[in-house]
């Protein structure tokens, strides 16, 4: 299939072209740049070793968008394009409505006018808000619980109105959990802009000696150690989930919701451990008070997505951190850091 990967510049989408790609699917990005480093596509090309296009395109951009769908013929879109900082998402909830809300009705509608009706949405496990038990199931209560929360909720249910008036309209809605780790070269991975805020990002920082300190929120929850507990999953089983879940939705010509997690809970502490071990790095830290709004444990029942699309997360935490770690020390700096190859060459000829 023909697919259009829009914020496939972007973590998650990155990692899900390198999938498609792996698995005989050709791939087109659009993306704004707003969250992604110029130096994401020459390297994914490079892995990929087939030519990926790139149009740099925002969404709400309804002429640039009618353009692309003119150009290609696309068989499904898969629907990364978004901003992500909850934090963030509180101090600007109006540019989060537009970007998340108006970027994805521009395009249902972009598809809607070019006939394109398979649709895979990056929702997240945060639209359950703080779900009343765990593991979370597909059926669990949802609720709003930022600005953030609010787009991929809303996005969601745009997406369910249009199935019900469209029939031949496909959707896969998939609730990530905690995404982590990276691509096993090293080349590509996580980059967030200024301090994380994410776990995972700050712990790789801390280990490489960017920063002095995790601060560890919250030691007093009802968890084993009193650290929150989450579900981390690693970005290659999260990014192969989506290619079983648009084959999935397209064979069975059915559309499907489903959590992708690993259905196993980790606590802020375990994780420590585990990335020191990985990466042989001491990672200090000091327990302060909790995070407002932050939930004592969150981890899915991924049942669903398993007697639907087969699939399984296959990475534990071992590898997640091996991984993160192997991303961090190739590129202290993120996408900052150039590599060899990237870098302008100083030495004579
Ligand atoms: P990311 O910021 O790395 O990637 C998003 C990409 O979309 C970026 O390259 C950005 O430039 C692009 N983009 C944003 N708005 C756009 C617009 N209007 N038009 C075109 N491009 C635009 O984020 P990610 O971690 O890869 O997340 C991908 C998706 O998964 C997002 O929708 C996010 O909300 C969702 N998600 C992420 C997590 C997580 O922890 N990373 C968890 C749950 C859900
Ligand atoms: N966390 C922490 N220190 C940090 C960032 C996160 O202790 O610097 C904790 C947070 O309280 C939660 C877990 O790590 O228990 C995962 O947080 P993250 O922000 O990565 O994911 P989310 O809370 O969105 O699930």
């Known amino acids: 299939m023909r697919i259009l990967v829009c914020g496939g510049a972007g973590y998650i989408g990155s990692h899900t072209c390198l999938a498609l790609v792996g698995r005989g699917h050709q791939v087109v990005i659009a993306d704004s740049g707003v969250n992604s480093s110029p130096r994401v596509v020459p390297r994914l090309r490079r892995l990929a070793g087939v030519p990926v296009p790139v149009h740099r395109v925002d969404l709400r951009d309804r002429v640039a968008l009618t353009a692309l769908f003119a150009t290609y013929r696309f068989d499904a879109v898969l629907h990364f394009a978004a901003l992500k900082a909850v934090g963030d998402s509180c101090r600007r909830p109006l540019e989060y409505f537009d970007n998340n809300i108006s970027g994805t009705i521009a395009l249902l509608q972009a598809m809607q006018c070019a006939g394109v009706r398979r649709l895979v949405f990056s929702s997240s496990a945060t ?79 801390v280990a490489v000696g960017a920063r002095e300190k995790l601060r560890v929120f919250g030691g007093d929850y009802p968890t084993p150690d009193g650290t929150g507990v989450r ?28 959590n992708l997690g690993t259905g196993r809970g980790v606590s802020v502490l375990d994780l420590v451990h585990a990335f020191e071990r990985a990466s042989g790095r001491r990672v200090p830290y000091e327990i302060v008070e909790r995070r407002p709004g932050d939930a004592a444990s969150v ?37 900052r850091t150039a590599t060899r190859r990237e870098a302008p060459s100083r030495g004579r000829r």
């Open 299 to 335: 981890y899915a029942d991924p049942s669903l997505a398993h007697e639907l699309l087969g699939w399984r997360a296959e990475f534990d935490v071992d590898a997640m951190c091996r991984d993160a770690w192997r991303w961090q020390s190739m590129n202290p700096e993120g996408y």
């Open 127 to 205: 639209v359950y808000g703080e779900p009343a038990q765990v593991p979370v199931r597909e059926d669990a209560g949802l609720s709003v619980m930022n600005p953030y929360g609010r787009t991929k909720l809303v996005a969601e249910q745009l997406i369910g109105d249009l199935c019900t008036s469209d029939p031949d309209f496909r959707a896969a809605n998939l609730r990530y959990f905690n995404p982590v780790g990276a691509h096993a070269s090293g080349v590509i991975g996580e980059d967030p802009c200024g301090e994380p805020t994410n776990l995972m990002p700050y712990i790789c920082q």
């Open 231 to 258: 579900d981390y999953i690693h970005v290659v089983d999260l990014a192969r989930a989506h290619v079983d879940a648009l084959e999935f939705m397209v064979r069975a010509d059915r559309s499907l919701t489903v």
